[in-house]
Structures are given as structure tokens and as C-alpha cells.
């Protein structure tokens, strides 16, 4: 029973911090006070304690008790074209990519509705149709949306952040047998996404998972990585 009391104790020491009821710098209540607080053990007070310490959200000093520490201003992860100046970056960008959406692939297939099948649908058949100026758009909308079938707003997040330059960086870095004006290599690319696509509507986790590997790692190898 101790996990379940403490965890109800750090959830009410984490609002009043979080609420400013507890400020930075203040001197969090004494066990005998939270003891009577919460009806708890001095047990059940120092596990959740422990565990405020482990969040990064107290310090406890020696002799003198614990104080509540600031809050991180949360931070937007932005990435800008110009970061990437090298062709080592834009692999270890494909590399990043290769990781998150490669997990992303599988958990969209798992929990796509409706909505998401609509989406990714759309953007396989703009991808069909887009010329050389909309082609990184559509290719950015497709992993997008697949992004957003996880139901996960991180992935989501993240693909914003990286945005279509995701898309641009690696192919400004391809020879001219990648190009958008060979048929054959466009083709191909249209297959290994139509692939990912298939097996997310389909609901076939590792299917999916294994294309998106696929076809991220065909974009590294073309990139010479």
C-alpha cells in the first residue's frame, strides 16, 4: 500500500508547486505536517519526498530539510535548416528520423482510425500527382500524417518542428541518378512509401515498423552514408 499513498502525496505536493502554492525556494512541510496532511505514515512521506527529489522538483539539504526547487520554463525543440551545415548532419538527421519514425509507423498502424486512414490516403495520391515543385510538400504530408495516425501529439510535434526541410535537406545532397527527373528512381520511392501505407491501414505493426526501416535506410544509403 505504500506506492499507492506515496504516489497520492507527490501528486499533492506536485500541484501546489506547480500551482505556485509552493514557490521556488520554500521549505516543503515537515513529515509530522504532511503526515497529518495526507493521514500517512513518516514512511509513506519519505518515499514521496524521494521521489519529488528524483523529479528534479526538490533538494533536500541535511539537518535543514527540503526546498522546493524551480520549475524548467519548458523549452520548443526548433531545428533550423541552417544548423545542418554538413553531410554528416543530414545523416545523423536521417539516423534520428530512421529511430522515431520507424516506431511511429508501427504504433499508427495499431491505433489509426477513421480519420487517419483519410489522411494518409490523400497524401500517397499527392504524392502521385505532385510535380518537382510540390514533391518535397507532399512527401513532408505523407510522414506526417502517418506521424499523426499514432495518436501521439509528440510525433507530431517533432515532424512540425523538423518541418519539410526534413524532406528538402537530404535530397539537395543526392547525385542526379536520385533526382526527381528519373522516372525510375521516383518510382521507386512511391513504392517504398506505398509499402509503409499499406501496412498501417492494414494494422500490421511490425509490417509497417520494417517498411519505414526500409525506406529511410535506402534514403541514407542513396545518401553515400
Known amino acids: 500500500m505504500t506506492q499507492p499513498l506515496a504516489q497520492r502525496v507527490v501528486d499533492g505536493l506536485k500541484d501546489k508547486i506547480l500551482r505556485g502554492d509552493l514557490p521556488p525556494g520554500t521549505k516543503v512541510p515537515s513529515e509530522t505536517e504532511l503526515t497529518e496532511e495526507y493521514a500517512v505514515s513518516r514512511t509513506v ?22 526546498f522546493v526547487l524551480a520549475v524548467p520554463e519548458p523549452s520548443t525543440f526548433t531545428l533550423e535548416a541552417s544548423a545542418l551545415r554538413t553531410q554528416r548532419d543530414v545523416l545523423a538527421m536521417v539516423d534520428f528520423r530512421l529511430g522515431v519514425e520507424s516506431e511511429a509507423a508501427a504504433l499508427a498502424a495499431r491505433h489509426h482510425g477513421p480519420g487517419d486512414d483519410s489522411a ?106
Do not use: K, Q
Open 45 to 66: 512521506v519519505r518515499e514521496a519526498v524521494t521521489r519529488l527529489r528524483a523529479e528534479g522538483l526538490v533538494e533536500t539539504f541535511h539537518g535543514r530539510g527540503s
Open 120 to 225: 494518409i490516403r490523400d497524401a500517397m495520391d499527392e504524392l502521385g500527382r505532385a510535380g518537382h515543385e510540390g514533391a518535397v510538400e507532399a512527401d513532408f504530408a505523407f510522414h506526417r500524417a502517418v506521424a499523426a495516425a499514432t495518436g501521439n501529439r509528440f510525433y507530431t510535434d517533432l515532424l512540425d518542428a523538423l518541418g519539410p526541410m526534413m524532406i528538402m535537406l537530404p535530397r539537395t545532397r543526392l547525385g542526379s541518378a536520385y533526382s526527381l527527373s528519373d522516372a525510375e528512381h521516383v518510382e521507386r520511392v512511391r513504392r517504398e512509401h506505398d509499402a509503409v501505407a499499406a501496412a498501417v491501414l492494414d494494422g500490421d505493426a511490425e509490417t509497417a515498423r520494417a517498411a519505414m526501416r526500409v525506406h529511410l535506410g535506402n534514403t541514407r544509403r542513396r545518401l553515400g552514408g
